[in-house]
């Protein structure tokens, strides 16, 4: 695993993303959904492999929802310690502000410890990896399946049926408070026609 494509897209001169490095191998795993406001509002999934996060942008975020199937697109590497990271990105790559929507730990679908690093991993490379999500919004079951015949960096992000699956329309933005740095800059910085037009919408009930 490396981190030279994240090193050489930032300037930690400027960014107080954290820096690149590597961290030693640890018998449990961690995830972490960062929701980030960009040049357009994503969810990064992040999961521990190999002592770095690989990192998956979902447009419309993850869902509990076994019939969504969200877009991933792989991305670089990011550095363990950015499971963490909170705050506004300057203008440069990845310019915005960027807070955690979800952490926990993960393993694999059918192990734990040493034997499920390995086989996530191997998944990673075969593309389908199993495992399973011990946060506070997401839980249970997921896959990463990549798309054969599209982009190389394409996949998708599934949850299986399980206990915590629901039936209903899942939508990631619906369990973000209200008072969260994002949405208080979309308040701040929607246009007064979209916000009238939102609110008249509500009033009559129809959003």
Same mark, same amino acid.
């Given at each position: 695993?490396?981190?030279?494509?994240?090193?050489?897209?930032?300037?930690?001169?400027?960014?107080?993303?954290?820096?690149?490095?590597?961290?030693?191998?640890?018998?449990?795993?961690?995830?972490?959904?960062?929701?980030?406001?960009?040049?357009?509002?994503?969810?990064?999934?992040?999961?521990?492999?190999?002592?770095?996060?690989?990192?998956?942008?979902? +447009?419309?975020?993850?869902?509990?929802?076994?019939?969504?199937?969200?877009?991933?697109?792989?991305? %670089?590497?990011? +550095?363990?310690?950015?499971?963490?990271?909170?705050? %506004?990105?300057?203008? @440069?790559? @990845?310019?915005?502000?960027?807070?955690?929507?979800?952490?926990?730990?993960?393993?694999?679908?059918?192990?734990?410890?040493?034997?499920?690093?390995?086989?996530?991993?191997?998944?990673?490379?075969?593309?389908?990896?199993?495992?399973?999500?011990? @946060?506070?919004?997401?839980?249970? %079951?997921?896959?990463?399946?990549?798309?054969?015949?599209?982009? %190389?960096?394409? =996949?998708?992000?599934?949850?299986?049926?399980?206990?915590?699956?629901?039936?209903?329309?899942?939508?990631?933005?619906?369990?973000? +408070?209200?008072?969260?740095?994002?949405?208080? =800059?979309?308040?701040?910085?929607?246009? +007064?026609?979209?916000?009238?037009?939102?609110?008249?919408?509500?009033?009559?009930?129809?959003?």
């Amino acid at each position: 695993m490396s981190l030279a494509n994240y090193k050489l897209k930032r300037n930690f001169k400027v960014t107080p993303e954290p820096k690149a490095v590597l961290k030693k191998n640890s018998a449990t795993l961690s995830f972490v959904v960062q929701r980030h406001k960009a040049s357009h509002l994503h969810y990064d999934f992040r999961l521990e492999m190999d002592g770095v996060l690989k990192s998956w942008a979902v +447009p419309k975020g993850p869902s509990m929802n076994p019939a969504d199937k969200r877009l991933a697109m792989m991305v %670089e590497d990011h +550095p363990y310690s950015y499971k963490d990271f909170e705050g %506004e990105i300057p203008e @440069g790559y @990845g310019a915005g502000i960027v807070e955690i929507w979800d952490n926990g730990k993960y393993t694999d679908i059918e192990c734990s410890g040493k034997e499920a690093a390995t086989k996530l991993k191997a998944g990673l490379h075969s593309g389908s990896i199993k495992f399973i999500l011990n @946060g506070k919004k997401l839980k249970g %079951e997921f896959a990463l399946v990549k798309l054969k015949g599209k982009q %190389e960096n394409a =996949w998708l992000l599934i949850k299986h049926k399980d206990e915590y699956a629901v039936s209903k329309p899942y939508d990631s933005e619906d369990e973000t +408070p209200k008072t969260s740095p994002i949405n208080k =800059w979309l308040s701040a910085n929607q246009q +007064p026609e979209k916000k009238n037009f939102t609110n008249k919408l509500k009033a009559e009930g129809k959003s």
